[in-house]
């Protein structure tokens, strides 16, 4: 395995494993407010310092990794349910109107910024959880059902794709049997950079008010809250942010180390 891979891993895990943790045990209650203890720097009683009412930010990051996560684990799952159908199916029937009619919506939905959108959606549904996966997962069909379709349509020109054919196999159980496993490794790929992406995009809706309502933790929620205390106390700021960036961080390396990983010609190579 690559560096990418193993450091990619390693960080990740540690978030995904303090969110799993936070379900049985936090350093200190994340809702109980101490406010004599409020905007403590750093030290060993609180590890990462205190918020504004004193609330242990350790603990808030432990909890706010477990709503980024779930959040945008089922964003990613929305576009892979939704977008691989759609791209395996404008694939099989390549050319015809219902290709145009499926990538011409991916056009339209690419033709607006995805986060103004989202925004949108949040505002007019109400701001929460669920409407920001509902807002982030729309944006990931498109992205799924285009690598799907690119990936597909170069197989149904190989040699095996025409012996399903001949065989009598139908479009479906050839796209089901033969093209969906040859295009696994590269969907991978793409599911952990979107994974990655659903994460700034919960963060950013958060930040505004329209993502985790309170008392949710949520990192973009505390970045928000740390922004008028900047002056003051820069850890509010800098510790979820920080746990942002380590987490994006480490969901892209293990991407890349997924692509080298996965692609059989630099498998070919390294042997």
């Known amino acids: 395995m690559n560096r990418n891979l193993i450091l990619g891993g390693v960080l990740t895990s540690i978030f995904v494993i303090a969110a799993f943790l936070s379900f049985v045990w ?9 406010i004599p203890s409020r905007l403590q720097s750093p030290n060993m009683t609180h ?10 930010i350790l603990s808030l990051i432990m909890v706010g990794a477990r709503t ?11 576009g892979v349910c939704l977008g691989i159908p759609l791209g395996l199916w404008a694939a099989a029937r390549r050319g015809s109107l219902v290709d145009e009619i499926i990538m011409r919506g991916n056009d339209l939905v690419f033709a607006f910024p995805s ?9 007019v549904f109400g701001a929460g959880a669920i409407n920001a996966i509902i807002a982030i997962g729309i944006f990931n069909i498109p992205v799924f059902a285009r690598i799907t379709r690119g990936a597909a349509l170069s197989l149904w020109e190989r040699e095996f794709i025409l012996a399903a054919r001949v065989a009598g196999k139908s479009a479906a159980r050839i796209s089901l049997e033969h093209i969906l496993p040859n295009v696994t490794n590269l969907l991978i790929v793409q599911g952990t950079i979107q994974f990655s992406l659903g994460i700034l995009a919960e963060a950013g809706l958060s930040y505004v008010g329209l993502g985790a309502q309170p008392p949710t933790p949520s990192w973009g929620r505390m970045l928000a809250d740390a922004q008028t205390m900047v002056s003051i106390a820069p850890h509010m700021a800098l510790m979820p942010g920080f746990a942002i960036i380590l987490t994006v961080l480490g969901l892209n390396l293990m991407g890349d180390g997924l692509r080298d990983h996965l692609d ?4 070919v190579k390294r042997v």
């Open 264 to 267: 059989p010609r630099l498998r």
């Open 47 to 56: 590890l990462l310092g205190t918020d504004h009412f004193g609330r242990d």
């Open 68 to 78: 980024s996560i779930a959040v945008a684990l089922v964003a990613v799952g929305i």
């Open 115 to 123: 986060l103004v959108i989202a925004i949108l959606i949040t505002a």
């Open 26 to 34: 936090t350093p200190f209650d994340h809702i109980l407010l101490d």
